[in-house]
């Protein structure tokens, strides 16, 4: 384990970028002249299974979780099982222990067969880096990669946006491909447009748009255009939005519109009050093969909800889970669907549907807002509908937790005060 260790400090932060570089790729070089190679694993298969359940319990402690996990890096099953190693990151990152993350992704370069570590092994770890929030160990793995590829600038460059930094991804995409010789390639054009977008460059971006074809040899696809119709969404460029997607599917570029794409459409039309003309499409979605996802129904619902238009947005809930889908039908609503139709609801005073609602919101163990539903224990009182109103903040009370349960107590004592005026009126 000496290379892996040195490896480790060569990963960590400190070191000058190039004197990084070079400290890796010696070692990467030299460690099979200097380490005997893996012996074959030993760990028998009930074994690596019980190793694998260790991982996945929320009651493994993180240096335990980290000595399962070295135990079983000989295993090629457990090298080759790409959750498990983004669940043990995702595990240590939650209980603040970075350190192990290091130690365990460097360690487990060592582990695999001589004489190198593959691209694709390569690639896993700076996307786990990156998933760790990490993205200074995910530039150190690119550097690793031998020859450098566009696979994994676009890898790099996506680490960089995972991690919200965005400009460094543009400043990448600038000055690596002409140092390593790399030739970016659709996937990298892509996150850049993306990180453009993030930045607020949209025009800079639809500049790199338009000039793929020519300067960098590569054709946009729909998840390019998908990037710019994003930015002119989020800049409220209405016009710019509907020219360029006339321009992409019709007889110039031909692109097949995607779920993404009709999902910004529905979103422009919602933004500017709209929403009949966005439900409508979630029907053309379906006739041209594109099955809605739940993202399409939330911004439709979500839009006839800031209409106002209730009644609507609640038949279009009910609709949800009668949708035809490849391999059966339905669509299933989140906590934010719910949420959202609850909020307007009590907003319009419809409160028996509201009650629907929020009972539905209880059964799947999402809490709904503090003040929607405080709104809706009022309004149900003053409708004369005290009993269905404690049971809502008994329910309630139930389902909070900590402070939250004084605060309804709050509520129920205000509500049974609000009901005896009522009666005595």
């Known amino acids: 384990?000496?290379?892996?260790?040195?490896?480790?400090?060569?990963?960590?932060?400190?070191?000058?970028?190039?004197?990084?570089?070079?400290?890796?790729?010696r070692l990467l070089s030299t460690s099979t002249q200097r380490q005997p190679q893996p012996q074959p694993a030993t760990t028998s298969p009930a074994e690596l299974a019980r190793i694998k359940n260790s991982i996945r319990s929320a009651a493994t402690?993180?240096?335990?979780?980290?000595?399962?996990?070295?135990?079983?890096?000989?295993?090629?099953?457990?090298?080759?099982?790409?959750?498990?190693?983004?669940?043990?990151?995702?595990?240590?990152?939650?209980?603040?222990?970075?350190?192990?993350?290091?130690?365990?992704?460097?360690?487990?370069?060592?582990a695999l067969p001589a004489p190198h570590p593959s691209e694709g092994f390569l690639l896993r770890l700076i996307s786990l880096y990156a998933q760790a929030g990490m993205p200074d160990h995910s530039l150190s793995?690119?550097?690793?990669?031998?020859?450098?590829?566009?696979?994994?600038?676009?890898?790099?460059l996506a680490a960089y946006h995972d991690a919200g930094q965005h400009d460094r991804a543009v400043k990448a995409f600038r000055d690596?491909?002409?140092?390593?010789?790399?030739?970016?390639?659709?996937?990298?054009?892509?996150?850049?447009?993306?990180?453009?977008?993030?930045?607020?460059?949209?025009?800079?971006?639809?500049?790199?748009?338009?000039?793929?074809?020519?300067?960098?040899?590569?054709?946009?696809?729909?998840?390019?255009?998908?990037?710019?119709l994003r930015g002119y969404l989020k800049t409220a460029d209405y016009p710019a939005f509907d020219q360029l997607l006339k321009d992409v599917t019709g007889s110039k570029r031909r692109l097949k519109p995607n779920v993404t794409t009709y999902n910004l459409r529905m979103a422009a039309?919602?933004?500017?009050?709209?929403?009949?003309?966005?439900?409508e499409l979630l029907d053309a979605m379906a006739a041209n093969g594109v099955p809605p996802n739940r993202e399409s129904f939330n911004t439709v619902i979500g839009g006839l909800c800031k209409e106002g238009e209730v009644d609507a947005a609640t038949r279009l809930l009910k609709k949800m889970p009668e949708v035809p889908r490849p391999g059966g039908k339905g669509v299933l609503?989140?906590?934010?669907?719910?949420?959202?139709?609850?909020?307007a609801l009590v907003e319009k005073r419809a409160f028996s549907p509201a009650l629907e609602v929020c009972r539905e919101c209880l059964q799947n163990k999402w809490v709904p807002p503090f003040q929607a539903v405080k709104g809706l224990i009022?309004?149900?009182?003053?409708?004369?509908?005290?009993?269905?109103?404690?049971?809502?903040?008994?329910?309630?009370?139930?389902?909070?937790?900590g402070d939250a349960k004084d605060e309804w107590e709050k509520v129920e004592t205000a509500a049974f005060q609000l009901a005896l005026a009522e009666r005595k009126a």
Do not use: W
């Open 141 to 156: 793995t690119f550097r690793l990669v031998r020859p450098p590829t566009d696979r994994a600038l676009s890898a790099l």
């Open 378 to 401: 009022v309004g149900l009182v003053k409708s004369r509908k005290i009993k269905h109103a404690k049971e809502l903040g008994m329910a309630m009370k139930k389902a909070s937790k």
């Open 269 to 279: 039309l919602c933004a500017k009050g709209r929403s009949f003309e966005a439900e």
């Open 1 to 25: 384990m000496a290379a892996a260790a040195a490896l480790r400090r060569a990963i960590a932060p400190g070191p000058t970028l190039l004197l990084r570089r070079q400290i890796l790729v």
């Open 61 to 110: 402690a993180p240096d335990d979780l980290a000595a399962h996990f070295l135990q079983a890096l000989p295993h090629p099953a457990f090298l080759g099982d790409g959750p498990i190693f983004s669940l043990a990151v995702s595990r240590l990152v939650s209980a603040g222990r970075r350190d192990l993350v290091t130690s365990l992704l460097s360690t487990s370069l060592t």
């Open 176 to 228: 690596l491909p002409a140092e390593l010789s790399i030739a970016p390639g659709l996937v990298s054009h892509n996150v850049l447009l993306k990180c453009m977008v993030a930045t607020g460059d949209v025009a800079g971006a639809r500049k790199v748009f338009d000039g793929m074809p020519d300067k960098a040899g590569v054709q946009p696809d729909i998840v390019s255009c998908n990037e710019i």
């Open 333 to 343: 609503p989140n906590s934010e669907t719910y949420i959202m139709l609850l909020e």
